[in-house]
């Protein structure tokens, strides 16, 4: 097999979100509004732009080597394909999607249960056949192209829609009954490239530097020189994600200390480390935190 990854990008909402973590990752990736076929910074990658739907299908048949995809669609899909990691990101926040059972707000509904006979739209038609399989529930379900909305209670008795935060839930007056599943993006391969020295070597390399963008959410790393003495009352009230680096400085009695906190304590946090005597403090971003 030749040095080249055939990468499969999700296409629709997740775009935008993929493309800016892999730019923290290290890989720049350039999308035309006329084209499927991105290009990236990355000579040996072959990159596709593919609904996230239909995705797991294409890795699972071999066409493309690997692709990034919600846990939801390989399932829906059936596609018998290498996890190589939960991304856990989204369109709108860091929180997994959910796929839930709706209805009217004044619906009578309460349960699975009292739905059967009953008719419901969704795009995730093989999830929710299998899902009322497992509930003992028999019940219609169509297959919706979108705007699932819209369809209770004129047309169906009920909706089966993935949502992250429940807001387009509640401000259609609709009421959520239960959930189905819950569904992160996942990084995935064919079971055969994977079988592949130089690409199982690459598809590594990619999953640690994506993990690292995602571990360097919300964090910042912290410099700053410090009087020796106050150090053992530094590390007391430093929250550390590991023992801060401590070096000594050219001047004696004086340590340069460096560290990673959560961004949202930065705030609460400097202003001690200037009372314990800290100077020359920085704060600066990060892209990626490698464990």
């Keep these: 097999m030749s040095n080249t990854l055939k990468l499969a990008l999700p296409k629709g909402s997740l775009q935008d979100a993929t493309i800016e973590l892999f730019r923290k990752a290290g890989f720049s990736i ?3 509004s006329r084209s499927y076929k991105p290009a990236s910074d990355d000579e040996s990658l072959c990159l596709y732009l593919i609904r996230a739907q239909e995705i797991g299908r294409y890795v699972h048949q071999g066409f493309i080597d690997c692709g990034i995809t919600g846990k939801d669609w390989i399932y829906e899909n059936r596609a018998d394909v290498e996890v190589l990691a939960d991304l856990q990101y ?4 860091s929180k997994p999607t959910r796929w839930v059972l709706v209805v009217p707000e004044d619906s009578p509904v309460r349960t699975v249960q009292d739905l059967a006979g009953k008719r419901i739209a969704t795009e995730g038609v093989g999830i929710t056949e299998r899902w009322l399989a497992e ?19 004129d047309l169906v008795d009920a909706i089966v829609d993935v949502t992250e935060t429940g807001s387009s839930i ?5 009421r959520i009954v239960d959930t189905l599943m819950i569904s992160c993006p996942q990084f995935i391969a064919n079971k055969a490239a994977m079988r592949d020295e130089w690409k199982r070597r690459k598809l590594a390399n990619i999953v640690m530097m994506l993990k690292g963008a995602l571990e360097a959410r919300g964090k910042v790393g912290l410099k700053m020189n410090l009087p020796e003495a106050s150090l053992e009352n530094l590390v007391k009230a430093l929250p550390s994600l590991r023992r801060p680096t401590v070096s000594p400085l050219s001047e ?6 460096e560290t990673v906190i959560d961004e949202s ?21 990060l892209n990626k935190l490698v464990y």
């Design 170 to 174: 509640r401000a259609n007056k609709l």
């Design 252 to 257: 004696e009695g004086w340590l340069a200390v």
């Design 30 to 32: 350039y999308v035309s």
């Design 265 to 285: 304590v930065a705030r609460d946090m400097i202003p001690q480390l200037k009372e314990l005597g800290a100077e020359g403090i920085i704060e600066y971003p």
């Design 135 to 153: 509930k003992g529930v028999q019940a219609e379900v169509e297959f919706s192209w979108g705007a699932t909305e819209v369809k209770v209670p």
């Design 90 to 93: 989204s369109k709108a926040t």
